[in-house]
């Protein structure tokens, strides 16, 4: 049996969808010895600020990876499409005398699941869609501009396209169900969600063992991720830290495409630090040296169905959390997730509030951490994909 993986990121690039796929595709190696993999992704390119080493072909006795070297980018839409040009086209270009019996694509951007659906009908084999983020909800909020409005009808083509192939699709978020029954009612679900890898969580314990005192007498909120729109951390940070005062250092890690609006921002402000995207060793870290983990989505109706892959992280360290989230996240926190405070998107006011009720101290997550290990969820998702083409 042949499986041919599409992700535009895989390891080592720093991002949930890099450590999602790399961990099914060991969990599916491991699963059925008969299955050999070609992988299809991109050589690290996540953050501009942050490069790592990788070849651009591997191969292993049941597994080939393929990495595709893209233009030079920023996180600019332009710059995306540019970047996945390249990467869909490679890929027809690599795949064009190779057999495959199943055609998995893990998809946020919703083009590598189209990319995944091409291949599939010209080859008429089953295909498999991994979705991340409902791209179309995205694009309509964050480009609320008529000019748009040929895009957004394109997209829409490209989604009914996409999943008129699709034999299965897994739902990352449950929150994405009401919006795929009322298009595509037809479609059989998985759920199989993002979780906490044995690595990280081993590091976790080995950094607190080591950990030493705070280099600063104020507590540290820490976020670390992406610095995009979807996240609004520029209209969320500063009016935060004003409130905050000297008790308190906000720290930033990461990159993205309004790190440079938050950096305006906070040019000032002598309670934020911004520091650029780490390698997960030396996260791990900081995550273990923090006060508060801070966690932050844009006010913008597409993000109330989503499920952040940086809560299961974050609720692993035992830390408090302060998440600024609404929907289905916020409702996932609050139920799962003790000495965490949800208030609702670029409030300040409520953050504050929220802040004031946390206990600074670890919790006993292990409940939490059980049911949600990467290992265990990797496991029955690649069962899952396996039993398409038995």
């Known amino acids: 049996m042949k499986i041919l993986i599409l992700s535009f ?5 720093l991002c949930a969808g890099s450590f999602r796929t790399t961990a099914l595709v060991d969990s599916m190696l491991l699963e059925d010895q008969k299955i050999k993999i070609d992988v299809l992704t ?14 651009e072909f591997e191969r292993d006795e049941r597994i080939n990876i393929f990495r595709i070297e893209l233009p030079s980018h920023k996180s600019g839409m332009l710059d995306q499409a540019k970047s996945f ?16 019996d199943l055609i998995f694509a893990t998809s946020s951007r919703l083009f590598t699941a189209f990319l995944g659906a091409r291949i599939s009908r010209r080859l008429r084999v089953p295909l498999y869609l991994d979705i991340r983020d409902i791209f179309i909800d995205t ?8 000019l748009y409005k040929p895009l957004i009808l394109v997209i829409k083509i490209i989604e009914k396209y996409t999943f008129s ?11 994405f169900l009401s919006y795929f029954e009322e298009r595509f009612n037809s479609l059989n679900y998985d ?7 044995d690595e990280f969580l081993l590091g976790t314990k080995r950094y607190a063992e080591l950990s030493s005192e705070q280099s600063t ?32 250092m906000i720290r930033v890690i990461g990159d993205g495409g309004r790190r440079k609006a938050l950096e305006n921002a906070v040019e000032n402000l002598n309670n934020v630090e911004l520091l650029p995207p780490m390698t997960r060793e030396n996260l791990t870290k900081e995550y273990v040296n923090a006060d508060v983990l801070f966690l932050h989505l844009n006010d913008y109706s597409a993000f109330e169905k989503v499920l952040p892959s940086k809560v299961f992280e974050y609720a692993a360290i035992g830390k ?34 929220q802040l004031s009720k946390l206990n600074f101290c670890n919790v006993d997550r292990a409940n939490f951490v059980e049911k949600y290990r990467r290992k265990s969820i990797m496991k029955n998702m690649a069962n899952s994909i396996i039993s398409e083409v038995k």
């Open 9 to 13: 990121y895989f390891k080592p690039d």
């Open 42 to 55: 991109t050589m690290p390119n996540r953050y501009s600020s942050y490069t790592a080493e990788a070849e």
């Open 85 to 100: 040009l390249r990467f869909y086209l490679e890929v027809l270009r690599i795949v064009k005398d190779r057999k495959y």
């Open 139 to 146: 694009i309509n909020d964050v480009l609320n501009n008529r």
């Open 165 to 175: 192939r699709v034999q299965k699709v897994n739902l990352v978020s449950r929150g």
């Open 191 to 197: 759920f199989f969600t993002n979780g906490i890898d």
């Open 217 to 248: 007498k104020k507590k540290v909120i820490l976020y670390a991720g992406n610095i995009g729109e979807g996240q609004g951390l520029h209209r969320v940070v500063p009016k935060l830290a004003l409130k905050v005062g000297d008790d308190f």
């Open 320 to 353: 408090p959390i302060l998440a600024g989230v609404s929907g289905y996240a916020a409702t996932f926190i609050n139920e799962n997730i003790s000495n965490a405070g949800v208030f609702y998107p670029c409030d300040e006011v409520a953050a504050i509030q």
